[in-house]
């Protein structure tokens, strides 16, 4: 059994280590030609998009940053050093300074999470799609009772996919310090989500 649980572990180092060499490639190929940008594109600007509108709880501001985010990136790329860490925590802290500049120069502050556009498949039947937006509902209502810190922490995780190590260089802490907090954070939220039924 403790055989299985390192073989696992082994088999999710062996998968994040292919795809930080694969990114890694086609930075370097991005490097010597800028058309070759567009695969890094391709494979981080819908991650990047949700974890920017969580983040801003607004659409077309969302897709405003990651184009400056992705554009910073690539005017970048011979800057990045994978021996810092993977090009997606890189990409990510581009586009959290990104986001930090644009609240600066906005008079307005953050909307709510909850005017962030997740549209239902579009199979769903009407019943389905009341009980996913109810429960999306409360759990956005969760989210804005938590400190921004914290909800950071859950948005770099569930909306933007990030592994721990990662989000830990993008806000500046350790990867085992990501995952006791994100722990003691979803039982934070799971208590909120119980009171509130």
């Known amino acids: 059994m403790a055989g299985d649980a390192a073989n696992r572990s082994t088999g999710r180092l062996e998968s994040t280590n292919v795809v930080r060499d694969d990114a890694v490639a086609l930075v370097a190929a991005a490097q010597r030609d800028r058309l070759a940008f567009a695969p890094l594109y391709e494979r981080y600007a819908e991650r990047l998009f949700r974890y920017v509108c969580a983040r801003t709880g607004s659409a077309s501001i969302a897709e405003d940053i990651v184009a400056d985010a992705m554009l910073t990136a690539m ?9 810092r860490g993977s090009f997606a925590s890189w990409l990510f802290t581009i586009a959290t300074n990104e986001i ?3 609240r600066r120069r906005s008079i307005r502050h953050r909307q ?3 005017r962030a556009h997740q549209p239902p498949p579009p199979a ?4 389905t799609t009341l009980l996913r937006n109810q429960a ?7 989210l804005n009772r938590l400190p921004d810190n914290d909800r950071d922490l859950v948005l770099l ?7 721990s190590t990662e989000i830990g260089r993008v806000v500046g802490i350790s ?3 990501v995952r006791v907090r994100l722990k ?4 934070k939220l799971a208590q909120i989500l119980e009171v509130d039924q």
């Open 112 to 114: 709510t999470i909850e």
């Open 124 to 127: 769903d039947d009407a019943l």
């Open 175 to 177: 990867p085992g310090n």
């Open 157 to 163: 995780r569930y909306w933007a996919e990030l592994t």
């Open 75 to 83: 005017n970048r790329l011979a800057q990045f050093d994978p021996d």
């Open 100 to 102: 930090v500049d644009q």
């Open 136 to 142: 999306a509902r409360r759990i956005h209502e969760a």
């Open 184 to 187: 003691r954070i979803l039982g």
